[in-house]
């Protein structure tokens, strides 16, 4: 019992690093109908960032915040500079191409300039592990299943009670119309990348002090996060959380029962015979097109 | 332009150019045994591993400098060149090239990885280059499978030693006699497995679990799990710093606190990032740089702290790699003046019968002919190194000592 209780309580923790990083992949998406490939470093930035500042001096909670706000900055850069002159056309796919590399430039700039060795960022929340049934979990690891519902929560509020947010609704819904509704769509679509990228960089800096920060963390939990989106609908909120957060208890049992080396073996098959199945998503809507 | 192969002087021209590159081919071997005085490294300066190819210049450029200092070697000052090989094999390979043909050095100094060091055993046979290891442990670098190795020596671990050694402080320190193993799925990690259950074997004992897990793995409490319920109370451990620090902390998570017996891929870095958790955590290892060290240790920790602008010897990330590149500089420099020219077979044939005292050992002799004994760091030489205090210290200096 204890084991399955640990399984289920580590995967929550680490469906919630997916929940949050694939909650950005629908924030862009609902504005541009494209993503930023590199969203996975935009969450292994803000975890390096917060170690560095914290490093040079910085409260934590300043340094956490100091990030979230550079993430954010360099999340509507990224829409600015690799995404919209790259998808003006119908069926645009060059900002595949640019988003994935200024990834593989992010990763290789932060090697360079913060090394290839993690380092620590020591809080209270993950000294001492609660134990219970059997099982055990750093209280900061709960903080991420918690940051992706609120998260979640609040997209939802702000998308139906902010102006701004019922703006980037009706971009999402018709960019064209909502521009010519005074809709600025560009304002809009840079602040949704602002947004999914400070969501990323939170999560990333509310697993630092668990894991170390390194160079190479976000990569494949930004893969497995877009897979997340995708499976869930991409254009559900509660689906991406709900999504996320299972795939992450998911992987935690197939470690348990099956083997390590199976986790994304079966972790990915799983996500491809759910496409299979529910080709729009677990959450999806089926997209109707007027002819 | 129009080539017209029957005009005569063209084709005396061809002919002219291809004896002059058969001569050139013929005589490169030749004009390659008269070497320069450089050593050259081919390590990770970038990548991942970056931190092995400083840990190896540290000790190799300051025994350089010393040895310089004190007039060099048969009148010449000795260099040190690196490249960086990115931790790719064919990388390693293009600049073994490079170190055995264009810059003509006189011996090669390897880096982290074990697949380099396989990969370029035979360029290093084609040009008769030496080529000393002082960090890849994996024991086919010098035990070739043909049975003859004659470039390649090392002052280093040897995986199949270093086994056999772990599992004899797994057992000192078990109470129940229940061992288990964990391995990072690396070519390392899988490739230590055979060896352990092999000292194990010897020991009349059996691994009572064995888990492994990826690179980059943040939680590895499904294969704790495991270990824990199998009764293990002592683990045989083979992983790098970050993923070392997550099996800490999933151990920390499930309240299981066995006896960590590492091969030495963890650094002294993990003192600094699982802070007390790597408490008491035993690493084998050749030398340590913190406690009472002799007055000529003391003195080539000074050099490298004002070289490398360190603070504390917890900087020295992989303090047994600095140890050992310090080491072999000075056993090739031995060698050379046994040699008694910039020549790299009467080098290779000179390390036989180098008898030096380093800073880790006194090698008597440094190397015999059985490819076995073309490493110079015996498994008498080798130590348990533990974290205390966040810093990597040999067993004996803290309090994790057994009493006698």
């Known amino acids: ?291 | 332009m129009n080539w017209d192969s029957s005009f005569p002087a063209r084709r005396g021209l061809v002919a002219l150019a291809m004896a002059a590159l058969a001569l050139a081919t013929v005589a490169k071997p030749a004009l390659a045994q008269k070497a320069e005085p450089c050593i050259a490294g081919s390590w990770e300066l970038s990548g991942p591993l970056a931190h092995t190819g400083l840990a190896i210049r540290m000790g190799l450029e300051v025994a350089v400098d010393e040895i310089n200092e004190s007039g060099g070697v048969l009148g010449k000052k000795l260099r040190v060149i690196a490249y960086d090989d990115q931790g790719e094999p064919a990388r390693a390979v293009d600049n073994t090239r490079r170190i055995g043909e264009k810059d003509n050095c006189i011996i090669m100094i390897g880096g982290a990885r074990t697949p380099n060091a396989l990969a370029i055993r035979p360029v290093l046979s084609e040009i008769g280059l030496p080529w000393m290891g002082v960090i890849s442990a994996g024991t086919r670098v010098v035990e070739w499978e043909t049975g003859t190795n004659e470039w390649m020596f090392r002052t280093s671990m040897k995986d199949r030693w270093v086994a056999p050694f772990l599992i004899e402080y797994a057992l000192k320190r078990s109470k129940s006699g229940k061992i288990g193993m964990m391995y990072e799925a690396t070519g390392w990690g899988q490739g230590a497995v055979p060896d352990v259950e092999a000292a194990a074997k010897a020991r009349k004992i059996r691994l009572v679990g064995k888990e492994t897990f990826n690179l980059a793995d943040q939680d590895m409490s499904a294969q704790l799990i495991r270990l824990r319920d199998s009764g293990a109370d002592a683990l045989i451990f083979y992983s790098v710093d970050r993923e070392a620090n997550a099996v800490l902390k999933s151990m920390d998570r499930i309240g299981y606190k066995p006896v960590i017996v590492s091969a030495w891929g963890i650094t002294g870095q993990l003192g600094q990032t699982a802070g007390p958790l790597a408490e008491g955590v035993l690493v084998a290892g050749t030398f340590a740089w913190t406690g009472d060290l002799s007055p000529r240790a003391t003195k080539v920790w000074e050099r490298i702290k004002t070289k490398f602008k360190l603070s504390t010897p917890g900087d020295l990330l992989l303090p047994s790699a600095t140890a050992n590149s310090y080491d072999a500089g000075y056993i090739i420099a031995e060698a050379l003046k046994i040699a008694g020219d910039y020549d790299r077979t009467k080098l290779r044939d000179a390390f036989f019968k180098v008898r030096y005292e380093g800073i880790i050992a006194k090698y008597d002799p440094a190397f015999e002919k059985s490819m076995e004994r073309h490493d110079a760091i015996i498994p008498s030489h080798y130590k348990m190194l533990t974290y205390h205090k966040g810093l990597l210290m040999t067993l004996e200096q803290t309090p994790y000592a057994l009493k006698k």
């Not at chain 1, 191409?97 to 020591?122: F, K, N």
């Open chain 1, 1 to 291: 019992m204890g084991e399955v209780l640990q399984y289920f309580v580590t995967g929550l923790s680490l469906g919630g690093i997916y929940a949050l990083v694939a909650l950005g992949f629908y924030v862009m998406w609902e504005a541009t109908r494209a993503a930023n490939f590199s969203h996975g470093d935009v969450y292994m930035f803000g975890a390096v960032l917060t170690v560095v500042l914290y490093g040079s001096g910085f409260p934590l909670l300043l340094a956490a915040a100091l990030s979230v706000a550079a993430c954010a900055l360099g999340g509507a850069l990224i829409e600015r500079v690799l995404i919209r002159p790259f998808n003006r056309e119908p069926n645009a796919i060059g900002w595949m191409l640019t988003t994935i590399a200024v990834g593989i430039v992010l990763e290789s700039g932060t090697t360079i300039a913060y090394g290839t060795l993690g380092r620590p960022l020591p809080t209270a929340l993950a000294r001492q592990p609660l134990r219970f049934g059997g099982a055990g979990i750093y209280p900061q690891e709960l903080l991420l299943p918690l940051a992706a519902v609120a998260a979640m929560v609040a997209l939802e509020m702000f998308y139906r009670r902010t102006i701004l947010g019922r703006a980037m609704r009706a971009v999402a819904f018709n960019p064209t119309v909502a521009g010519l509704m005074g809709i600025n769509v560009r304002r809009i679509a840079a602040i949704a990348y602002a947004m999914a990228a400070a969501v990323a960089a939170v999560a990333g800096i509310l697993i630092a002090p668990v894991v170390e920060a390194t160079p190479s963390m976000g990569t494949l939990i930004g893969l497995k996060a877009f897979g997340v989106a995708i499976v869930a609908g991409i254009s559900n909120a509660r689906g991406v959380v709900a999504v996320g957060i299972a795939y992450g208890i998911l992987e935690k049992f197939i470690e348990g029962y099956i083997s390590t080396g199976a986790r994304n073996a079966v972790g990915f098959t799983v996500m491809i015979l759910m496409l299979l199945a529910f080709p729009q998503g677990l959450f999806g809507r089926k997209e109707v097109a007027k002819v």
